[in-house]
């Protein structure tokens, strides 16, 4: 039965899994089944929340609660995760969530000889990342192709932006978010279909598509934009089909990686050539280092354009153990030595195309507090 550490900890191998916004519990499941792989390499497992979340810590062989932030949106988080690591042996962390707070304390753990992953080496390639319009100018800087966008903060400009660029697909989203949160297609009328219906927008929500005259007039009488704005970009929308790229890398280098995009409710698993060739120098000009997700698209010609970078694994990378290859397990023999530095190509090979569909999974919650 898994539980919070009492006493120091002392195996040849020691990973942690801090606090992440959805693949967590996927990822400490795919270790579990490393200890099958490896019988002879002792390894033990730790997983850390915030909450309480039996769910998670179930595949986890100790865990912690992180420190909450304060009223001042401050956490000492960083300080108690490496205090326990170094005092329980660590040799792996994988920050999830909240890795620019690790990434400025770097040196730190570099000293403890602590294998950090952020998804990047540095905290200024932490904030392009994070900051979809950097990310888009440093895209552009190393000639990759990427779904350009026009930033705006107040009505004005989106309206000069929108006078401009109105007279094809667009849509819109926030500079920084995730969860696609705050991202809309636009309806102008006139580049899909004249007989547009605004209440099939209300109607039909998950299409994330809204009438674009309303949301000028939405943005405009929003107090929560007046009181506190929100950075956005306005973009041209791309029709052509997306793509997410669970991707292992190290210092810029893609070390192993799995393609796979949604057709309805059905995810299509497997190693698509033509995107990688987007991805690969995508990683190299971010220098990408752990495990991070990239969303590219096609536009109308099936050219793949970049969306983003998630310095963090994806909610779908346990989709990845039913092709042949598990990612999580494939970085985490190699980060622990006990294999060699894994290669693209020969890791391409052993995907075996296949389909997948998500189902919902129940967990009772004994004993959690309301």
């Known amino acids: 039965m898994n539980q919070p550490i009492s006493t120091p900890l002392n195996p040849a191998a020691c990973v942690w899994l801090a606090e992440a916004q959805s693949s967590q519990r996927d990822m400490l499941q795919s270790l579990q089944g490393l200890k099958v792989q490896y019988p002879n390499q002792p ?41 326990q690591a170094q005092q329980h042996h660590v040799k792996v962390l994988l920050t999830g969530r909240n890795s620019i707070d690790y990434e400025a304390q770097r040196y730190l753990f570099n000293k403890a000889n602590i294998r950090l992953l952020t998804g990047a080496q540095d905290v200024q390639m932490l904030q392009k990342i994070d900051d979809k319009f950097a990310f888009i100018q440093h895209c552009q800087q190393h000639d990759i192709p990427v779904a350009t966008g026009w930033r705006f903060e107040n009505l004005r400009q989106l309206h000069q932006l929108f006078a401009k660029h109105h007279n094809q697909s667009l849509c819109v989203k926030p500079v920084s978010g995730i969860f696609a949160q705050g991202f809309w297609r636009l309806d102008t009328g006139k580049t899909l279909d004249n007989s547009y219906d605004s209440f099939e927008h209300l109607y039909f929500t998950d299409n994330r598509k809204i009438n674009a005259e309303q949301f000028l007039i939405a943005y405009a009488k929003s107090e929560m934009v007046q009181k506190r704005p929100i950075p956005m970009l306005l973009m041209p929308y791309l029709s052509g089909q997306e793509y997410s790229i669970d991707v292992v890398c190290e210092r810029g280098e893609v070390l192993a990686a799995i393609t796979r995009h949604k057709v309805g409710k059905v995810q299509h698993i497997g190693y698509d050539e033509e995107v990688m060739a987007v991805v690969i120098p995508l990683i190299q000009a971010f220098g990408c280092d752990g495990i991070v997700s990239v969303q590219t698209k096609a536009d109308d010609a099936g050219v793949h354009h970049v969306l983003e970078i998630n310095s963090r694994p994806s909610g779908g990378i346990g989709y990845t153990k039913h092709c042949g290859v598990d990612l999580t397990q494939i970085a985490f023999a190699y980060w622990l030595g006990w294999t060699d530095k894994p290669v693209l190509a020969e890791v391409a090979k052993q995907i075996q195309p296949c389909q997948v569909r998500s189902i919902m999974v129940s967990v009772k919650l004994d004993g959690v507090a309301e």
């Open 43 to 83: 390894l033990s497992i730790i997983a850390s929340h915030r909450s309480s979340r039996p769910e998670i810590f179930e595949f986890a062989d100790h865990y912690f609660y992180e420190p909450a932030e304060d009223n001042s949106g401050s956490s000492s988080r960083w300080q108690y995760v490496l205090d």
